[in-house]
């Protein structure tokens, strides 16, 4: 009741200003007539009735106001009247206001626009239920997270109590056949648990039963939201309905919502049970279930912690049991890793993540000092102002919300810009993006965007507000209006040269970061890759169909056909004109073939005694040619050629490091060793070749051995053509998708790309750092020459008096100069030491991303030092040949 | 010059208004003559504390306010206490005699 009285009479005031008024003024009014009547019926003759009511009322404004002022409304009242004082003001000084305004847009947008794209990565839980329960389960290599076999699976989630459910994954590239073209699909082969691992069901139809993730099981798949759409128009009857998938017809059984976020593999639309054999599992190993191949997921039990599932899963790991038999190979005896989702899928961007934030709160910092910077230029100005003010009554509080009020109001006006920004600076996140940043699809401008860019908003109004403001002392509101004009440069503009030291100090740790990552990165391009990228067209040709399959009845019948396709197609790729020399291979360099298909062991015939020899090796299984379409160097005895066949002497390349660090000093050529199974016949070393970067430049993975695809165990389903062309090599895709469609059009191409663009692709993260920390260093050197050009300009232009003394007495122009340089550069030094010292520390952070740079690369620090001296010298001159300009005759008459 | 304090106990300004308008509606020249006669000219009412405290009680729904004639038939602002206002006055009538005891204990007791 008395709060709906308080808002009705609160806001009847509000609206009715006037009413509200007199109805005061009409109360005192009749108190004090009551006041003199009540004197007169007491005997006082009228004037001395009058004189004593008005001696007790005091003042009638002031008890007008004393009335008026109580009530919400008037907080309102003061806050409207601050707001279009403060519109005003902004109005009357244009350029003041638009330079604040974009400045701080700027900054706020570039904040949000970061904050939103980190946030779904870093902070907001996954889209699933309970998602903090929901952990990636690692084998553990040399240290590090690895896959792990099925067999294992098998084990942990019969033995383990912790979690609640387990699962395993793995890619499944299935080619959709029956459309114009066939289509290669991404998806998954999952164990059937694996959707209620995740905790999402199908929106429509079910989800896979256990009876369907069995050997030799029936044909079962389930669809993304997008392939349903894509393909089936969201046609409700595709449940039940067959689709043909490498050759097989599989039953639709269920469709995803289209919110289901697949974070374990974005790209992913289809999925289908795994369908292992567990007959052997126990005695034979030398199976696909044995394969470290797979990547493991677990939900655990409610109220059950990381770290106790963990342990528990470590307790299994270094405790076999027999019914549970393990290889060597899946042994566990390293323990395993358990990560939640969250971290695991952050964890390879962390560092370039946390690089970004840091060099986006520093542009922030930048851009705040700035607007603080001009805030206080202008309060030197409005110090007579304020004095007046303070003349007319108004208390240094009220002067301060003032201010605070102007600056609010205009960092809102930078928010509302900014909110601009940050989408179009989201958008151009999305598009920059590397592959490997997760989460994409989560990115977007949204309520919580609004919140962080609501919450910097006000923070920095306030922060800008109130450091120009308590500059204000009281003691200058009082002297303010005798000396609005005399001042010289007094002592209160040290807050301005410390704010002008910390925009260069800010600059120079953004360069310096911009500048060791742009050497890292020229370094990295000038990493010979041990081919030549320029004029090679690379794609992706897969078999697939029931022809290829090796039967019983005929066995290597089906792997015959496989090879020869693939030769025909090759064939057919070598008559297209504009190529030059073409190739294929079962592995490409700098692609995202992934390394557990390409790696395998591998042992000389030298060291055939010791069982624990060996090493991993890249297994290439190429077509003659492939090291001169390459351009891969040989260094000894010859590539593989034509004469390489079945029926011909098994033919190794090797890797110079492979033959330095097993030959030293002797001849590697004639040598024997075992690639995968040793039941085969020996491969002997008939060349050397050089080394090539496989998974990127940045990393060093030398141990290779090339084979004949005519000679290797198995005739592999997918290999990657490497075409060198006369001409522009994307412009003959075309042409040579149509050759090898010409034989067998059923074969999907994928991944068509030119060598220089999988170069780009395989750094595109340290682009990406590296292009955010160019922007960020631009606008950083931009703001703080602009800092430096305004606090100087400023200081000419309060000191022109004292500069016409300086000239009459005789100063030359030189010394004037120097005067003015001098200050300038003397700010500009001290912001360097001191971003120096804070650039030493801030590239701790960057050293991951760093390549073939040191963090202390003297290179790049000088150039920063000697870029900021160059840009200062440029913002300090202006105002100085302003300074020197004064004509003291002029200056010293206007006072 | 030694003039005795005159200023209402703080805090005690709307107890006391709304104990004299629970006797009669009043203006507000007449609650301040009302405090001051009764108290013996003990208390005396400021009246810019005073109108306003009128306005923030008469916001709180303890009183209601109406413009009317007066017996010298002049227009005033009449406050009328509420029921609200009622009973806001019986807590706060309880609870400084709860207070004024408990001092008056104090200071009755000796070392």
């Given at each position: 009741?008395?709060?709906?009285?308080?808002?009705?009479?609160?806001?009847?005031?509000?609206?009715?200003?006037?009413?509200?008024?007199?109805?005061?003024?009409?109360?005192?009014?009749?108190?004090?007539?009551?006041?003199?009547?009540?004197?007169?019926?007491?005997?006082?003759?009228?004037?001395?009735?009058?004189?004593?009511?008005?001696?007790?009322?005091?003042?009638?404004?002031?008890?007008?106001?004393?009335?008026?002022?109580?009530?919400?409304?008037?907080?309102?009242?003061?806050?409207?009247?601050?707001?279009?004082?403060?519109?005003?003001?902004?109005?009357?000084?244009?350029?003041?206001?638009?330079?604040?305004?974009?400045?701080?847009?700027?900054?706020?947008?570039a904040?949000?626009a970061i904050?939103s794209a980190v946030?779904?990565i870093?902070?907001?839980?996954?889209?699933?239920?309970?998602?903090?329960?929901?952990?990636?389960?690692?084998?553990?290599?040399?240290?590090?997270?690895?896959?792990?076999?099925?067999?294992?699976?098998?084990?942990?989630?019969?033995?383990?109590?912790?979690?609640?459910?387990?699962?395993?994954?793995?890619?499944?590239?299935?080619?959709?056949?029956?459309?114009?073209?066939?289509?290669?699909?991404?998806?998954?082969?999952?164990?059937?648990?694996?959707?209620?691992?995740?905790?999402?069901?199908?929106?429509?139809?079910?989800?896979?039963?256990?009876?369907?993730?069995?050997?030799?099981?029936?044909?079962?798949?389930?669809?993304?939201?997008?392939?349903?759409?894509?393909?089936?128009?969201?046609?409700?009857?595709?449940?039940?309905?067959?689709?043909?998938?490498?050759?097989?017809?599989?039953?639709?059984?269920?469709?995803?919502?289209?919110?289901?976020?697949?974070?374990?593999?974005?790209?992913?639309?289809?999925?289908?049970?795994?369908?292992?054999?567990?007959?052997?599992?126990?005695?034979?190993?030398?199976?696909?279930?044995?394969?470290?191949?797979?990547?493991?997921?677990?939900?655990?039990?409610?109220?059950?912690?990381?770290?106790?599932?963990?342990?528990?899963?470590?307790?299994?790991?270094?405790?076999?049991?027999?019914?549970?038999?393990?290889?060597?190979?899946?042994?566990?005896?390293?323990?395993?890793?358990?990560?939640?989702?969250?971290?695991?899928?952050?964890?390879?961007v962390?560092?370039a993540l946390?690089a970004v934030?840091?060099a986006v709160?520093?542009?922030?910092?930048?851009?705040?000092?700035?607007?603080?910077?001009?805030?206080?230029?202008?309060?030197?100005?409005?110090?007579?102002?304020?004095?007046?003010?303070?003349?007319?009554?108004?208390?240094?509080?009220?002067?301060?919300?003032?201010?605070?009020?102007?600056?609010?109001?205009?960092?809102?006006?930078?928010?509302?810009?900014?909110?601009?920004?940050a989408a179009a600076g989201v958008r151009a996140l999305i598009a920059l993006s590397p592959s490997g940043l997760?989460?994409l699809?989560?990115i977007?401008?949204?309520?919580?965007?609004?919140?962080?860019?609501?919450?910097?908003?006000?923070?920095?109004?306030?922060?800008?507000?109130?450091?120009?403001?308590?500059?204000?002392?009281?003691?200058?509101?009082?002297?303010?209006?005798?000396?609005?004009?005399?001042?010289?440069?007094?002592?209160?503009?040290?807050?301005?040269?410390?704010?002008?030291?910390?925009?260069?100090?800010?600059?120079?740790?953004?360069?310096?970061?911009?500048?060791?990552l742009?050497?890292?990165m020229?370094?990295?391009?000038?990493?010979?890759?041990?081919?030549?990228?320029?004029?090679?067209?690379?794609?992706?040709?897969?078999?697939?169909?029931?022809?290829?399959?090796?039967?019983?009845?005929?066995?290597?019948?089906?792997?015959?056909?496989?090879?020869?396709?693939?030769?025909?197609?090759?064939?057919?790729?070598?008559?297209?004109?504009?190529?030059?020399?073409?190739?294929?291979?079962?592995?490409?360099?700098?692609?995202?073939?992934?390394?557990?298909?390409?790696?395998?062991?591998?042992?000389?015939?030298?060291?055939?005694?010791?069982?624990?020899?060996?090493?991993?090796?890249?297994?290439?299984?190429?077509?003659?040619?492939?090291?001169?379409?390459?351009?891969?160097?040989?260094?000894?005895?010859?590539?593989?050629?034509?004469?390489?066949?079945?029926?011909?002497?098994?033919?190794?390349?090797?890797?110079?490091?492979?033959?330095?660090?097993?030959?030293?000093?002797?001849?590697?050529?004639?040598?024997?060793?075992?690639?995968?199974?040793?039941?085969?016949?020996?491969?002997?070393?008939?060349?050397?070749?050089?080394?090539?970067?496989?998974?990127?430049?940045?990393?060093?993975?030398?141990?290779?051995?090339?084979?004949?695809?005519?000679?290797?165990?198995?005739?592999?389903?997918?290999?990657?053509?490497?075409?060198?062309?006369?001409?522009?090599?994307?412009?003959?895709?075309?042409?040579?998708?149509?050759?090898?469609?010409?034989?067998?059009?059923?074969?999907?191409?994928?991944?068509?790309?030119?060598?220089?663009d999988?170069?780009a692709v395989?750094e595109a993260e340290r682009h990406f750092v590296l292009t955010l920390f160019e922007i960020f260093?631009?606008?950083?050197?931009?703001?703080?020459?602009?800092?430096?050009?305004?606090?100087?300009?400023?200081?000419?232009?309060?000191?022109?008096?004292?500069?016409?003394?300086?000239?009459?007495?005789?100063?030359?122009?030189?010394?004037?100069?120097?005067?003015?340089?001098?200050?300038?550069?003397?700010?500009?030094?001290?912001?360097?030491?001191?971003?120096?010292?804070?650039?030493?520390?801030?590239?701790?952070?960057?050293?991951?991303?760093?390549?073939?740079?040191?963090?202390?690369?003297?290179?790049?620090?000088?150039?920063?030092?000697?870029?900021?001296?160059?840009?200062?010298?440029?913002?300090?001159?202006?105002?100085?040949?302003?300074?020197?300009?004064?004509?003291?005759?002029?200056?010293?008459?206007?006072? | 010059?030694?003039?005795?304090?005159?200023?209402?106990?703080?805090?005690?300004?709307?107890?006391?208004?709304?104990?004299?308008?629970?006797?009669?509606?009043?203006?507000?020249?007449?609650?301040?003559?009302?405090?001051?006669?009764?108290?013996?000219?003990?208390?005396?009412?400021?009246?810019?504390?005073?109108?306003?405290?009128?306005?923030?009680?008469?916001?709180?729904?303890?009183?209601?306010?109406?413009?009317?004639?007066?017996?010298?038939?002049?227009?005033?602002?009449?406050?009328?206490?509420?029921?609200?206002?009622?009973?806001?006055?019986?807590?706060?009538?309880?609870?400084?005699?709860?207070?004024?005891?408990?001092?008056?204990?104090?200071?009755?007791?000796?070392?």
């Amino acid at each position: 009741m008395s709060l709906w009285r308080q808002f009705t009479h609160g806001l009847r005031s509000l609206m009715n200003r006037q009413a509200a008024d007199r109805e005061v003024s009409d109360e005192v009014q009749q108190y004090l007539e009551e006041a003199i009547a009540a004197g007169v019926a007491c005997g006082l003759s009228i004037e001395d009735a009058q004189r004593a009511a008005r001696r007790e009322l005091g003042s009638m404004t002031s008890v007008q106001e004393q009335v008026r002022s109580y009530g919400w409304e008037n907080a309102v009242r003061s806050l409207a009247s601050d707001l279009s004082y403060a519109g005003r003001q902004l109005r009357n000084n244009p350029g003041f206001t638009i330079i604040s305004v974009m400045t701080l847009a700027l900054g706020i947008g570039a904040s949000t626009a970061i904050f939103s794209a980190v946030n779904p990565i870093l902070f907001k839980p996954l889209p699933y239920p309970h998602p903090g329960r929901i952990m990636m389960i690692w084998s553990t290599f040399e240290g590090a997270r690895s896959e792990i076999a099925f067999g294992s699976y098998r084990e942990l989630a019969a033995r383990s109590s912790t979690f609640d459910s387990m699962a395993v994954f793995e890619p499944w590239q299935p080619t959709m056949t029956g459309g114009t073209h066939p289509e290669r699909l991404e998806g998954q082969d999952v164990s059937a648990s694996f959707f209620r691992v995740v905790g999402v069901a199908p929106v429509l139809g079910r989800d896979f039963e256990a009876s369907e993730d069995v050997f030799d099981g029936p044909k079962v798949v389930i669809l993304s939201n997008r392939l349903w759409k894509r393909h089936f128009g969201r046609d409700p009857a595709i449940l039940g309905r067959q689709i043909k998938l490498n050759g097989d017809f599989y039953t639709v059984v269920g469709v995803m919502p289209s919110t289901y976020e697949n974070v374990l593999s974005p790209a992913a639309e289809i999925w289908t049970p795994m369908q292992y054999d567990t007959r052997e599992i126990t005695t034979n190993f030398d199976t696909g279930e044995w394969g470290n191949h797979l990547r493991m997921v677990g939900r655990l039990k409610p109220g059950i912690s990381r770290e106790q599932g963990a342990q528990e899963l470590d307790e299994i790991a270094h405790d076999p049991w027999k019914q549970f038999p393990r290889p060597r190979w899946a042994s566990l005896e390293h323990g395993l890793i358990v990560n939640s989702l969250q971290d695991d899928i952050a964890r390879g961007v962390k560092p370039a993540l946390f690089a970004v934030i840091g060099a986006v709160i520093l542009v922030l910092t930048i851009a705040c000092v700035n607007v603080i910077n001009l805030l206080l230029a202008r309060s030197a100005q409005r110090r007579g102002e304020f004095a007046v003010r303070a003349a007319l009554g108004a208390s240094r509080g009220r002067i301060v919300r003032q201010l605070v009020t102007e600056s609010l109001l205009l960092s809102l006006l930078g928010g509302t810009l900014g909110m601009g920004v940050a989408a179009a600076g989201v958008r151009a996140l999305i598009a920059l993006s590397p592959s490997g940043l997760p989460r994409l699809d989560a990115i977007s401008v949204d309520a919580v965007s609004f919140v962080f860019a609501l919450a910097v908003t006000t923070l920095v109004g306030l922060a800008t507000g109130l450091i120009p403001a308590l500059q204000i002392s009281s003691s200058e509101l009082n002297l303010g209006l005798q000396l609005s004009s005399r001042r010289s440069a007094g002592d209160h503009s040290w807050t301005r040269r410390a704010l002008v030291v910390t925009e260069v100090a800010l600059a120079v740790i953004l360069l310096v970061s911009a500048g060791l990552l742009l050497r890292s990165m020229r370094r990295l391009f000038s990493v010979n890759p041990g081919f030549n990228p320029t004029h090679l067209l690379t794609m992706q040709v897969q078999t697939s169909g029931h022809q290829f399959d090796d039967l019983a009845s005929a066995p290597g019948a089906g792997s015959a056909k496989r090879r020869r396709f693939f030769e025909q197609a090759l064939e057919a790729v070598r008559g297209v004109p504009g190529v030059q020399q073409a190739a294929f291979t079962s592995v490409l360099p700098l692609s995202d073939d992934p390394d557990w298909v390409s790696t395998y062991g591998a042992h000389f015939e030298k060291d055939d005694r010791d069982p624990q020899s060996g090493f991993d090796v890249f297994r290439y299984a190429v077509s003659p040619e492939y090291c001169e379409t390459m351009r891969i160097t040989l260094l000894s005895g010859r590539c593989i050629n034509e004469g390489d066949t079945a029926s011909a002497p098994q033919a190794a390349l090797i890797s110079e490091s492979l033959a330095k660090s097993e030959f030293t000093g002797e001849n590697p050529l004639g040598r024997r060793l075992h690639v995968g199974p040793t039941n085969r016949p020996w491969y002997t070393v008939v060349g050397v070749v050089g080394d090539v970067k496989q998974t990127s430049l940045a990393v060093d993975n030398p141990d290779a051995v090339y084979l004949s695809t005519e000679q290797t165990w198995f005739a592999d389903d997918t290999l990657s053509f490497v075409i060198r062309t006369r001409g522009d090599p994307a412009a003959l895709a075309p042409a040579i998708k149509e050759a090898i469609w010409s034989v067998d059009k059923d074969q999907p191409i994928v991944r068509v790309a030119t060598m220089d663009d999988l170069l780009a692709v395989s750094e595109a993260e340290r682009h990406f750092v590296l292009t955010l920390f160019e922007i960020f260093g631009i606008v950083a050197l931009v703001l703080a020459s602009v800092g430096i050009y305004g606090i100087l300009s400023g200081s000419v232009t309060e000191r022109t008096r004292e500069i016409g003394v300086r000239a009459a007495l005789g100063a030359s122009r030189r010394d004037i100069l120097a005067l003015v340089l001098g200050q300038g550069m003397r700010l500009t030094a001290l912001g360097i030491i001191i971003g120096l010292c804070g650039a030493l520390a801030a590239s701790r952070v960057l050293v991951t991303l760093l390549f073939g740079v040191s963090r202390l690369d003297l290179i790049t620090y000088l150039g920063v030092v000697a870029l900021l001296a160059l840009v200062s010298a440029i913002a300090c001159w202006m105002p100085a040949w302003r300074a020197v300009r004064v004509d003291p005759s002029i200056t010293l008459r206007v006072e | 010059m030694n003039e005795q304090n005159t200023d209402v106990i703080q805090g005690t300004l709307d107890m006391l208004i709304l104990k004299t308008l629970s006797l009669e509606p009043m203006h507000g020249f007449g609650i301040a003559r009302r405090v001051e006669q009764i108290s013996q000219g003990v208390f005396k009412v400021n009246p810019g504390s005073l109108l306003t405290a009128l306005q923030r009680l008469e916001r709180a729904g303890w009183l209601d306010a109406e413009w009317r004639q007066t017996e010298n038939s002049r227009r005033a602002k009449f406050y009328t206490l509420t029921r609200a206002g009622k009973k806001q006055l019986e807590v706060e009538t309880a609870d400084w005699t709860r207070r004024a005891s408990a001092i008056a204990r104090l200071l009755k007791a000796e070392g």
